[in-house]
């Protein structure tokens, strides 16, 4: 099983990245995934999920009208498309998988964003 997190860079204010996580060793289409942050000194917090087919989306306040989450189905992956970014956005930010029966969940590794001039 894995999950793995890539499309991390350092990126000026105002700028965009899209975050992209792949999925293997497991049927991607029966979990909801997620994306969550982590910055330094601080809790991990949640950033955005999107429901097994799609259907139902949600959003940290702080990131609402800036980050979309999708997902592609046929290709085993989520992404992230992160714009107007501020350097509070960075973070460590992480894909998660959750079984539709809530029984087990998989973690990415991680990739790193920097908003900063």
């Known amino acids: 099983v894995q999950l793995v997190e890539s499309g991390g860079a350092l990126v000026q204010p105002g700028g965009s990245l899209r975050l992209s996580c792949t999925a293997s060793g497991f049927t991607f289409n029966d979990y909801h995934m997620s994306w969550y942050r982590q910055a330094p000194e601080k809790e991990r917090e949640l950033v955005a999920g999107?429901?097994?087919?799609?259907?139902?989306?949600r959003y940290a306040d702080t990131v609402k009208g800036r980050f979309f989450i999708s997902r592609d189905n046929a290709k085993d992956t989520v992404y992230l498309q992160m714009n107007m970014l501020k350097p509070e956005d960075t973070a460590v930010y992480y894909c998660?998988?959750?079984?539709?029966?809530?029984?087990?969940?998989?973690w990415g590794q991680g990739t790193q964003v920097t908003v900063s001039s």
């Open positions: 999107i429901s097994s087919g799609g259907g139902i989306i």
């Open positions: 998660k998988a959750v079984h539709t029966s809530g029984s087990h969940d998989y």
